[in-house]
């Protein structure tokens, strides 16, 4: 059984930043990807950005160099550090792990709004 927590989530200003934070635990050998998707109100569930166990990371196409995804494999957690955000980035982010199947986190609630 695999268990993900999140934190890192809230309000921010336009322009400012904020780094969400995940970790995994329970009966973890390998994790082969992970990383963040988020999904606003009345959209589908989008990638932010995905890692693999050898670094190489994927970026959905709004990022634009504004966010950056990182890993800890030792410690099983992901995070993602948010600069230069937009009211348009507000949305659920999910964490996401692959161990064996996909895995989500419980969600964590970014709004960006002056």
């Known amino acids: 059984q695999v268990h993900l927590v999140e934190s890192g989530g809230g309000l921010v200003q336009p322009g400012g930043s904020l780094r969400l934070s995940c970790a995994a635990s329970g009966v973890i050998f390998s994790i082969p990807i992970m990383g963040w998707y988020r999904q606003a109100p009345g959209k589908q569930r989008e990638l932010v950005a995905t890692?693999?166990?050898?670094?190489?990371?994927d970026y959905g196409d709004f990022v634009k160099g504004r966010f950056t995804v990182s890993g800890d494999n030792a410690k099983h957690a992901v995070y993602l550090q948010m600069n230069s955000v937009k009211p348009e980035d507000t949305a659920v982010y999910y964490c996401y792990f692959f161990i064996n199947g996909d895995h989500w986190g419980q969600g964590t609630v970014v709004t960006v709004s002056s």
């Open positions: 890692i693999t166990r050898g670094g190489i990371t």
